[in-house]
C-alpha cells in the first residue's frame, strides 16, 4: 500500500514506532520514499497536502496493552484525538489522525473483546 505524504520519512518514522517496526535500511531524512517492508506500506512525498477525509484508514487493534495504554501511547508519539467512541462500559473504539491528518481507528485489544463480549 501507498501513503502519499507532504515528508515521506517523517512520516514513514511515526507509523514505524506505531506499529514497532523498522523503517528501511537505506532510509533517511529528506527521501521522497520511505519503506516499512514488514507492514507494506510505501510512504511518498506528494507536492498537495491533505484535503479530505480518508477514503481508506487503519483499525488498530493493540496486542500487549489495553486500548486506552494504546491510546496514550499515540497521543505521546504525535497522533491527535479527532472523536472518542468509547462507551463507560469498556466498547468503543477511538479516532485518531497521524501528524499529517490521516484518519486511524484503535480498537479494543482481543483481551478487552473477550471480557466485554464481541
Not at 63 to 76: F, G, H, K, N, S
Request: proline letters at 7%.
Amino acid at each position: 500500500m501507498t501513503i502519499d505524504s507532504r515528508d515521506a520519512y517523517a512520516l514513514a518514522s511515526f507509523w514505524s514506532q506505531v506499529l514497532d517496526l523498522p523503517l528501511g535500511e537505506d532510509d533517511k531524512p529528506g527521501d521522497p520514499e520511505a519503506l516499512i517492508e514488514a507492514a507494506g506500506l510505501l510512504f511518498q512525498t506528494v507536492p498537495e497536502p491533505k484535503s479530505t477525509k480518508n477514503r481508506l484508514h487503519f483499525d488498530l487493534q493493540p496486542q500487549d496493552r489495553t486500548r486506552d495504554e494504546e491510546v496514550t501511547r499515540l497521543l505521546t508519539l504525535g497522533a491527535t484525538l479527532i472523536a472518542d467512541h468509547r462507551h463507560p462500559d469498556g466498547t468503543g473504539w477511538a479516532v485518531l489522525a497521524d501528524p499529517e491528518g490521516n484518519e486511524f481507528c484503535v480498537e479494543r485489544s482481543k483481551e478487552e473483546r473477550a471480557r466485554t463480549g464481541g
